[in-house]
């Protein structure tokens, strides 16, 4: 009886999780935990259009440099690539500094991405980088 009530409330967290994942992904269409340090992305909600770029050794850099240069308005480029220099990212978060910036896709969709401090260890910085509809 035990087992089964273990298992009920492991249905139940799932069947919670994914319509809370359900009701983010309106607004937030991506979020990764990212590794500066080894570069590497730990994806949370993946955004529809990073996922023909995404394999599974893809370093983040490559896969958000992809989707800048194929699905962002050119004036919007320079900004975006700004957030790919880690060293001056590293300073900026080290100030306790959120680095956010808004953005336009070709499609004119309107989006904020944001980057959050998670964890410093052992000189990897560990980051959270959320894409928001606008």
């Not at 500094?97 to 309107?110: Q, V």
């Amino acid at each position: 009886e035990e087992k089964e009530q273990n298992v009920e409330h492991m249905v139940t967290g799932i069947q919670e999780l994914d319509a809370l994942l359900g009701i983010l992904s309106a607004r937030y269409v991506g979020i990764y935990s990212v590794n500066l340090k080894s570069d590497s992305p730990r994806p949370i909600l993946i955004p529809s259009t990073f996922k023909k770029y995404q394999t599974p050794d893809a370093r983040f850099s490559e896969v958000f440099s992809k989707y800048i240069h194929d699905m962002v308005k050119s004036d919007y480029h320079r900004p975006l690539l700004h957030f790919l220099e880690y060293d001056v990212m590293k300073r900026q978060l080290a100030e306790n500094k959120i680095l956010r910036t808004d953005y336009e896709r070709i499609t004119g969709e309107k989006f904020r991405i944001s980057v959050h401090l998670l964890s410093e260890e052992a000189g990897s910085v560990n980051t959270l980088w959320i894409f928001e509809r606008m």
